[in-house]
Nanobody, 112 residues
Framework: QVQLVESWGGLVQPGGSLRLSCAAS????????MSWVRQAPGKGLEWIST???????YYADSVKGRFTISRDNGKNKVVLQLNSLKTAETAAYYC??????WGKGAQVTVSS
């Protein structure tokens, strides 16, 4: 069955960086569009970024220039590099397959 496992969340100071990883299994990863979304405490879901099967990247305006999505089809992995983080970006970050399957999330806390 489909499995998406996020890792490498954590606590970082404002302006700092983190690198989230999502290990995928149970489907044809190289033929699947992958995305990241996040949910801050008490707020709704926010789409962050998508990488399609042609390796084309898309970003929300709020993260453009600071976050980078990438995929490794050989390792069935999608990575989100988060730079220049802001306190308001404290949230649970989720890896999403084709808008139909989600991981359990990785917590990112941005605080001094």
């Amino acid at each position: 069955q489909v499995q998406l496992v996020e890792s490498w969340g954590g606590l970082v100071q404002p302006g700092g960086s983190l690198r989230l990883s999502c290990a995928a299994s149970g489907f044809a990863f190289s033929r699947t569009t992958m995305s990241w979304v996040r949910q801050a405490p008490g707020k709704g879901l926010e789409w962050i970024s998508t990488v399609n099967i042609a390796d084309r990247e898309y970003y929300a305006d709020s993260v453009k220039g600071r976050f980078t999505i990438s995929r490794d089809n050989g390792k069935n992995k999608v990575v989100l590099q988060l730079n220049s983080l802001k306190t308001a970006e404290t949230a649970a970050y989720y890896c999403v397959k084709d808008d139909d399957s989600w991981g359990k999330g990785a917590q990112v806390t941005v605080s001094s």
